[in-house]
C-alpha cells in the first residue's frame, strides 16, 4: 500500500545524496505523496493534536506510529513546505522521514 511512498528509503536513509539530487528527490517525493491518496487536509490542525513539538520527538515516537499518524505527519511536512521551502529537505537530513518511511514500510509488510 505505500510502497510508492516507501521506495524514497533508498534515497533517503543513507545519506548519501546531497544538494540538488537531494532536492530533486524529495520534490518528487511530496509530489508522488500527494498523489498517493494518503494526503490528509487536515494535517496540520492533526499534527497540533498530536503534541510532537520537536524532530527529536517526530523521531523517537516514528518506531511506534500507526499508519494513520505516519500519514497526517507526512501530509502536515508537504504542506508546510509550501509555506517554509526546504523544510521537507531538513527533514529528511535530520533523519525524521526516513524514520516514518521506515514505520510505514514495516506497517505495510
Known amino acids: 500500500?505505500?510502497?510508492?511512498?516507501?521506495s524514497y528509503l533508498?534515497?533517503?536513509?543513507?545519506g548519501g545524496l546531497k544538494g540538488n539530487e537531494l532536492d530533486e528527490k524529495v520534490k518528487a517525493f511530496a509530489a508522488d505523496f500527494m498523489q498517493s491518496g494518503?494526503?490528509?487536509p487536515d494535517a496540520m490542525?492533526?499534527?497540533?493534536?498530536?503534541?510532537?513539538?520537536?524532530?527529536?520527538?517526530?523521531?523517537?515516537?516514528a518506531p511506534s506510529m500507526s499508519a494513520d499518524d505516519a500519514c497526517?505527519?507526512?501530509?502536515?511536512f508537504v504542506q508546510q513546505?509550501?509555506?517554509?521551502?526546504?523544510?521537507?529537505?531538513d527533514l529528511?537530513?535530520?533523519?525524521?522521514?526516513?524514520?516514518?518511511?521506515?514505520?510505514?514500510?514495516e506497517l505495510d509488510s
Open 72 to 76: 497526517v505527519c507526512l501530509s502536515a
Open 92 to 105: 529528511v537530513q535530520q533523519g525524521v522521514i526516513p524514520q516514518i518511511l521506515k514505520r510505514l514500510k
Open 45 to 61: 490542525e492533526a499534527m497540533g493534536d498530536r503534541m510532537w513539538l520537536s524532530k527529536t520527538e517526530l523521531k523517537n515516537n
Open 38 to 40: 494518503l494526503m490528509n
Open 81 to 89: 513546505d509550501a509555506f517554509i521551502p526546504g523544510i521537507l529537505t
Open 1 to 6: 500500500m505505500y510502497e510508492k511512498i516507501t
Open 10 to 14: 533508498d534515497y533517503f536513509d543513507n
